[in-house]
């Protein structure tokens, strides 16, 4: 059995990633604190909501899915209720394994996750680390749990506020260009539907080509830069506002903030 304690935008997404990868409704439990929350997940997936004790006592795995500041009074309310044997993964930004193990008071096998939201259509970028008491069996059976949902990369947890900062919150920064692009277009004339599809059609070709062609970006970037030609110009005044420099401060402060969290 399977627990997922925080059901909200992760929590569920990866309950529907793992039903679409062929768990069993009845194989996953939830946890949530909104009545509304939990009869919505088993109206929509059929799985049983419990509370946290409830979910620390009869799952062989737990997955913690809050917030990192709720993961504190989480881990002090499960404790009590928590067999020695449990696997416990925390998918939540900042959170050390270190952390969990000394709440949980004993020397619980803890996995640390950073996953991020194309988790929904199965294109999730997850990284993991095994903490003090957690050895291979754990980190397979979290890769296990992961690998329907997208790509699985194990990483010294010393990795993971930089990891956290690049692939988990990465998402965000694409959507951010996107918007920005959009608004681009909107100044040049275009109606905005068609500069919505213009721009995510080619992301997403870029995406693609960069995964499959095996090629570096930097040659993928000099095929569209001709010279004397257009992209050159606009990519002069990117570097004239510098856009790199701007990306690099972006997210080192992302993982500093992810090393704040951690502290509370
Ligand atoms: N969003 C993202 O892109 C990513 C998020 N993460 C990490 O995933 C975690 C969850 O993030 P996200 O899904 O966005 O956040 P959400 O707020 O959507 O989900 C957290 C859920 O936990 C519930 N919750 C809080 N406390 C408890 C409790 N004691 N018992 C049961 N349920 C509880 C909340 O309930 P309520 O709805 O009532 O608030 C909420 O539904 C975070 O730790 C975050 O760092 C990691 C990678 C990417
Ligand atoms: O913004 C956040 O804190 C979370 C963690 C990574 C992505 N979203």
Same mark, same amino acid.
């Given at each position: 059995?399977?627990?997922?304690?925080?059901?909200?935008?992760?929590?569920?997404?990866?309950?529907?990633?793992?039903?679409?990868?062929?768990?069993? $409704?009845?194989?996953?439990?939830?946890?949530?604190?909104?009545?509304?929350?939990?009869?919505?997940?088993?109206?929509?997936?059929?799985?049983?909501?419990?509370?946290?004790?409830?979910?620390?006592?009869?799952?062989?795995?737990?997955?913690?899915?809050?917030?990192?500041? =709720?993961?504190?009074?989480?881990? =002090?309310?499960?404790?009590?209720?928590?067999?020695?044997?449990?696997?416990?993964?925390?998918?939540?930004?900042?959170?050390?394994?270190?952390?969990?193990?000394?709440?949980?008071?004993?020397?619980?096998? *803890?996995?640390?996750?950073?996953?991020?939201?194309?988790?929904k259509f199965d294109e999730a970028m997850s990284v993991i680390s095994a903490?003090?008491?957690?050895?291979?069996?754990?980190?397979?059976?979290?890769? =296990?749990?992961?690998?329907?949902?997208?790509?699985?990369?194990?990483? $010294?947890?010393?990795?993971?506020?930089?990891?956290? %900062?690049?692939?988990?919150?990465?998402?965000?920064?694409?959507?951010?260009? *996107?918007?920005?692009? *959009?608004?681009?277009?909107?100044?040049?004339?275009?109606?905005?539907? %068609?500069?919505?599809?213009?721009?995510?059609?080619?992301? *997403?070709?870029?995406?693609?080509?960069?995964?499959?062609?095996?090629?570096? $970006?930097?040659?993928?970037?000099?095929?569209?830069?001709?010279?004397?030609?257009?992209?050159?110009?606009?990519?002069?005044?990117?570097?004239?506002?510098?856009?790199?420099?701007?990306?690099?401060?972006?997210?080192? %402060?992302?993982?500093?903030?992810?090393?704040?969290?951690?502290?509370?």
């Open positions: 059995m399977i627990a997922i304690l925080g059901t909200g935008k992760m929590g569920e997404a990866l309950l529907s990633g793992m039903l679409r990868a062929g768990f069993k $409704p009845g194989d996953v439990l939830a946890t949530v604190r909104r009545p509304e929350r939990a009869r919505a997940l088993a109206e929509t997936y059929g799985v049983r909501a419990v509370s946290n004790a409830e979910a620390a006592k009869s799952a062989g795995t737990l997955i913690l899915a809050v917030k990192p500041q =709720d993961m504190g009074s989480l881990l =002090d309310e499960i404790a009590p209720h928590l067999p020695a044997d449990r696997l416990v993964i925390s998918a939540a930004a900042g959170i050390t394994t270190a952390f969990v193990e000394q709440r949980l008071g004993h020397e619980t096998p *803890v996995v640390r996750v950073m996953s991020n939201t194309p988790i903490g003090a008491y957690a050895g291979e069996d754990h980190l397979r059976r979290t890769e =296990d749990l992961l690998r329907p949902v997208g790509k699985v990369l194990r990483i $010294p947890e010393s990795q993971q506020d930089a990891a956290t %900062a690049l692939s988990g919150s990465g998402p965000a920064y694409f959507f951010y260009l *996107v918007e920005a692009m *959009v608004d681009a277009g909107i100044l040049l004339g275009m109606p905005r539907a %068609a500069a919505l599809d213009m721009v995510t059609q080619s992301i *997403v070709g870029a995406a693609v080509m960069l995964r499959d062609s095996g090629e570096h $970006p930097v040659i993928l970037r000099e095929a569209v830069t001709s010279p004397g030609g257009t992209t050159i110009a606009a990519i002069a005044e990117l570097e004239r506002h510098s856009v790199r420099a701007a990306f690099l401060a972006a997210i080192e %402060a992302a993982r500093d903030r992810g090393r704040e969290l951690a502290s509370g």
